[in-house]
């Protein structure tokens, strides 16, 4: 079955089997691996991308499901010139990872969490990633990190 995608902005055509999932499109078909495959039951998050604007868990969606959507995974999120997203600066500055398995999925949630959610406390962000595990971190520093990235998400 032929899959027509845009992701990270590029026109994409795949042929493939129709129970191949939108996690295996992006990792084996494009070679987008920053899409981790945590759990294949839609429960730790590590999948996370953006479909049309709004996260979703790329390992419980068919690809063909969302052919024709627009794809965006942690690969898309830096500029053209090669900046770091101001999510995933934040990150990096507040130390929101340890282990790293967990952040594609992570930022790309907290990016979506930003952009529906602007005024979330801290309180709202913590219910807000409850589908995104970490085994590592203890949270403190991720919501710290995504409180960060709000802000300079709105000053961009």
Do not use: W
Request: net charge neutral; glycine share 8%; aromatic share 2%.
């Amino acid at each position: 079955m032929q899959v027509q995608l845009t992701v990270n902005g590029q026109a994409r055509s795949v042929d493939v089997p129709p129970n191949t999932l939108l996690v295996q499109v992006l990792r084996e078909h494009l070679k987008l691996t920053g899409t981790h495959i945590g759990c294949d039951t839609s429960q730790c998050g590590a999948c996370t991308v953006i479909k049309d604007g709004r996260a979703i868990k790329s390992c419980s969606v068919l690809a063909a499901q969302v052919s024709g959507s627009e794809i965006t995974t942690i690969e898309g999120l830096a500029a053209a010139d090669g900046a770091m997203h101001p999510m995933q600066a934040a990150f990096k500055e507040c130390h929101g990872l340890q282990c790293g398995f967990c952040t594609p999925g992570m930022v790309m949630s907290a990016v979506d969490l930003c952009k529906h959610h602007p005024k979330a406390d801290e309180t709202e962000v913590r219910e807000l990633l409850e589908g995104n595990l970490c085994r590592c971190t203890g949270y403190q520093n991720i919501v710290k990190a995504v409180l960060k990235g709000k802000a300079d998400m709105a000053s961009a």
